[in-house]
């Protein structure tokens, strides 16, 4: 007979723990704000992977590397806000006002760097396409 429940978890006078490590002793609450948080990192990652890398194919690798920089500066500070943010929502700092205004300062300033490539740019397709990336996601 295979045993269930706590008795599975016993091997002769051993006690295995059911859940163990730095994760087993977070509170719920404790789980959701880690996996909330690491989310909003990697929201990070993602914007650099796909919007970033993409534009080495797209231009030439001295363009591409100002641009991806962009990007990355942009997930950078998305990333730092979220996670302001979040501990705002915690009462643990205050309410992160001047980080979101620079955020959305850097994120205009992306956004017209992006539409003067594009019209003042190379006049290819594909470098079009680049600051259309660009503007489009950030």
């Known amino acids: 007979m295979v ?29 959701v704000e880690t996996y909330t948080r690491w989310s909003f990192h990697f929201f990070a990652l993602i914007e650099v992977a796909s919007l970033g890398l993409p534009l ?12 991806a920089a962009l990007v990355a500066v942009h997930a950078l500070i998305c990333s730092a806000t979220a996670s302001r943010a979040l501990d705002w929502t915690r009462d643990r700092r205050a309410r992160p006002v001047r980080l979101m205004w620079f955020l959305g300062a850097v994120t205009v300033l992306i956004a017209l760097v992006a539409l003067v490539l594009r019209e003042r740019g190379p006049a290819d397709d594909q470098a079009q396409a680049a600051a259309s990336t660009l ?3 950030c």
């Open 3 to 31: 045993p269930l429940g706590t008795a599975a978890l016993r091997y002769g006078d051993h006690v295995m723990q059911a859940s163990g490590g730095w994760w087993g002793r977070k509170s719920t609450p404790g789980k």
């Open 56 to 67: 080495f194919a797209q231009v030439g690798a001295s363009t591409a590397t100002w641009l």
């Open 135 to 137: 503007f489009v996601g």
